[in-house]
């Protein structure tokens, strides 16, 4: 059973605009945190947002937030104010337990934003 | 403060035939990964190492791929003999080793692999 569930293979936003990209997450540990990562075309993974599961507020980071919905095992980026350089791939993974630093990613979500 | 530095870039070999990346992470990291990314895939982990210990190494195809961090710092990842599925993206990644808080973990920009 897959894991991390990133349904969307590709979205487009206009520029100014906000975006949703959907992850749902597979798991029966109690404790897991939820990480957002951005891929740019040169490759590397930079970090978003964290969202821990026992977290009662849903995490934001500027222009980033996460809708955290435990019950439905949810974990939807939010991405206000689109910009151009915002266009690339966006990953949603999953540590799974406290006593590992081990990350299952999603296939991710390819963001095109146009003007 | 430096990032995880990664080399060499890209590398096209022929199948059968060995290579090596290069990994340094972030100064004062104890943790270091090493992740394998297919094309239209997700990044899955290889290894991992606490200093110079493994400390998960269940998805490293062990008959073809080798990976060691000697002085618990760089690290080398080697694929010998290599195959076309091995093509992808090597990402290595660091963290201080309390990834449970959720923002340290650092990611280099990766080695393109190509097989042919």
């Known amino acids: 059973a897959q894991k991390i569930t990133q349904t969307q293979p590709g979205m487009f936003v206009q520029e100014k605009e906000a975006v949703t990209l959907d992850c749902t997450y597979d798991?029966?540990?109690?404790?897991?945190?939820l990480f957002w990562y951005k891929q740019p075309s040169s490759g590397e993974m930079i970090f978003l947002i964290y969202?821990?599961?026992?977290?009662?507020q849903n995490a934001t980071e500027g222009r980033y937030s996460l809708n955290f919905q435990k019950a439905r095992k949810s974990a939807n980026l939010v991405i206000s104010a689109s910009q151009l350089g915002d266009s690339a791939m966006y990953f949603c993974?999953?540590?799974?337990?406290?006593?590992?630093?081990?990350?299952?990613f999603g296939t991710g979500t390819r963001l095109q934003v146009f003007p | 403060e430096a990032g995880v530095a990664q080399s060499p870039r890209y590398k096209i070999i022929e199948k059968r035939q060995s290579v090596a990346f290069w990994c340094n992470p972030i100064?004062?990291?104890?943790?270091l990964y090493w992740y394998q990314q297919i094309l239209g895939q997700g990044p899955k982990l290889l290894i991992q190492?606490?200093?110079?210990?493994?400390?998960?190494d269940s998805q490293l195809p062990k008959d073809r791929f080798s990976a060691e961090r000697l002085k618990g710092v760089d690290s080398t990842l080697k694929i010998q003999p290599a195959k076309l599925e091995d093509s992808a993206v090597y990402l290595c990644?660091?963290?201080?080793?309390?990834?449970?808080?959720?923002?340290?973990?650092?990611f280099g920009e990766g080695s393109w692999l190509t097989v042919v």
């Open positions: 969202q821990g599961s026992y977290d009662q």
């Open positions: 990644a660091s963290s201080s080793g309390q990834s449970y808080s959720g923002n340290t973990i650092y």
């Open positions: 190492f606490q200093n110079n210990g493994v400390v998960d």
């Open positions: 100064s004062g990291h104890a943790t």
């Open positions: 993974a999953m540590r799974e337990g406290r006593n590992t630093d081990k990350l299952i």
């Open positions: 798991t029966s540990d109690p404790s897991y945190g």
